[in-house]
């Protein structure tokens, strides 16, 4: 039974609102967490549940957020709180009703990502870990960004996929690959502050239009690395791209990278979710070897 009662405590406590809850209704969607709205008499905030073990990867969470916040590119909710109660870990966060999508602003939202994309550090990488869905994401600063994607991202989830039984051709080829990144790699991308998750399921519109942006992986890369992201699984609308592209155009061979970069995604899936992934990480990494001429 989630504690509540101790949700609304630590609210309290860190906003100066005293919550006196009234309601919580649970909300689909979530792919790793449960998501709630919890009310009182005149706010509402957004909950998100987890087993007590998994608070990191809710204060990695608010982390990324505070960092995306930070940046005042595009609407990011504010988290509040995050901590345990009972054997449950949470984290609080402003709640920002939706309004209905499609009709909204993707032009903005376009121009606001290249807008966040603008701000940047020295090197690669960020001051924390994190998770990508439920996996663990290495961010240890790299200067140099081929090098960063093959150790921090690649690599990893091959090794982990061997270590989930995926061996053979996967193992062979994708070894093949990692050698390849430097090549395929070859442009000079400035450290770009990123979400690191953003398919469609992270990008909503608030009921004034503002797009709003959520469930962050954050770190330094490569822009393109995001925008790969929003093509992986649907797209984000011809008048979203045309409006990034008009603030910041990309580099020359995008597509390649683009590949190269939504591996990372496949294979997290092909880790997270099963077997069903195995084929297109494998044709991926086929297309990206094919590339190298
Ligand atoms: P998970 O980490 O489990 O994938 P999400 O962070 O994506 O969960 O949240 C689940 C759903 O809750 C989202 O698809 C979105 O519709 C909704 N949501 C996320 N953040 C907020 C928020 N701050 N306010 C209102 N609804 C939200």
Not at 199 to 213: E, H, K, P, S, T
Request: net charge negative.
């Amino acid at each position: 039974m989630t504690d509540w009662n101790q949700i609304a405590a630590t609210i309290t406590a860190a906003t100066g609102h005293p919550c006196q809850p009234r309601s919580h209704r649970e909300l689909g969607g979530g792919c790793i967490n449960r998501a709630f709205v919890l009310r009182d008499a005149d706010q509402a905030w957004f909950v998100k549940l987890n087993d007590a073990r998994r608070l990191d990867l809710f204060t990695a969470e608010a982390a990324g957020l505070e960092a995306l916040a930070a940046a005042r590119a595009i609407r990011v909710p504010r988290p509040l709180c995050t901590g345990t109660a009972q054997n449950e870990a949470f984290l609080v966060m402003e709640y920002i009703p939706f309004g209905r999508a499609q009709a909204l602003s993707p032009s903005d939202a376009g121009h606001q990502l290249a807008g966040l994309h603008r701000q940047t550090q020295d090197g690669f990488g960020w001051v924390r870990d994190n998770y990508i869905g439920a996996t663990p994401q290495a961010n240890d600063p790299e200067p140099d960004w081929a090098r960063f994607w093959r150790e921090r991202r690649l690599r990893p989830q091959l090794d982990l996929a061997l270590a989930r039984g995926y061996g053979g051709r996967l193992q062979d080829r994708g070894q093949r690959l990692l050698e390849a990144c430097p090549a395929l790699l070859d442009h000079a991308p400035p450290p770009s502050l990123l979400h690191g998750d953003l398919w469609g399921g992270n990008l909503a519109y608030d009921q004034a239009g503002r797009a709003v942006i959520f469930d962050p992986a954050t770190y330094y890369g490569d822009r393109e690395a995001d925008l790969a992201m929003t093509e992986l699984f649907g797209g984000f609308g011809a008048d979203f791209y045309a409006a990034y592209h008009e603030a910041w155009p990309l580099d020359p061979g995008y597509p390649v990278r683009r590949e190269l970069y939504n591996l990372y995604h496949i294979l997290n899936h092909l880790n997270l979710f099963g077997a069903g992934y195995l084929g297109q990480a494998q044709t991926m990494i086929e297309r990206l070897l094919a590339a190298l001429g």
